[in-house]
């Protein structure tokens, strides 16, 4: 069985990240996506902390945003934050952003984190308290 790991967490639209026109800037859907991965990490016992604590940083080096619908200026949104469990040494996360009036999906949303030791050096093996986060989690058999 593939146990699935999820969070949902709300973000309001501000006014800062609209434009001219009061449509959300594409740039700032990176935020919401960040926070989406920081509710997660603190929910599943996985933040920035919890990696940095353990010698270790986590970088992105991939993201792929589809943007499905307009967001404006008061929205509510939805980010719902998806681990992708893999044997690879990295951290893949999906993402679905929903406005919660309508529940309507206006994007959705991939990242790809790394691992790299305070010498900023790639890591190419998962690192032991992510195995060990792994199998408390039930993603390992």
Same mark, same amino acid.
């Given at each position: 069985?593939?146990?699935?790991?999820?969070?949902?967490?709300?973000?309001?639209?501000?006014?800062?990240?609209? /434009?001219?026109?009061? +449509?959300?800037?594409?740039?700032?859907?990176? !935020?919401?996506?960040?926070?989406?991965?920081?509710?997660?990490?603190?929910?599943?016992?996985?933040?920035?902390?919890?990696?940095?604590?353990? /010698?270790?940083?986590?970088?992105?080096?991939?993201?792929?945003?589809?943007?499905? &619908?307009?967001?404006?200026?008061? /929205?509510?949104?939805?980010?719902? %934050?998806?681990?992708?469990?893999?044997?690879?040494?990295?951290? +893949?996360?999906?993402?679905? +952003?929903?406005? !919660? %009036?309508?529940?309507?999906?206006?994007?959705?949303?991939?990242? %790809?984190?790394?691992?790299?030791?305070?010498?900023?050096?790639?890591?190419?093996?998962?690192?032991?308290?992510?195995?060990?986060? !792994?199998? !408390?989690?039930?993603? &390992?058999?």
């Amino acid at each position: 069985m593939h146990k699935i790991l999820k969070d949902r967490t709300e973000v309001k639209v501000r006014f800062g990240e609209v /434009d001219s026109m009061g +449509i959300v800037w594409h740039g700032n859907y990176v !935020k919401y996506i960040e926070e989406g991965r920081e509710s997660f990490g603190k929910r599943y016992g996985m933040s920035y902390l919890d990696i940095y604590a353990n /010698d270790v940083m986590a970088p992105v080096v991939k993201m792929n945003i589809d943007f499905k &619908k307009q967001v404006y200026y008061g /929205d509510v949104l939805i980010v719902e %934050t998806e681990y992708i469990n893999q044997e690879a040494a990295k951290l +893949i996360f999906n993402f679905n +952003i929903y406005r !919660k %009036t309508d529940e309507e999906l206006v994007a959705s949303a991939q990242s %790809t984190q790394v691992f790299i030791d305070l010498n900023r050096e790639m890591l190419l093996y998962t690192p032991e308290f992510v195995e060990e986060w !792994k199998q !408390k989690q039930g993603l &390992k058999g």
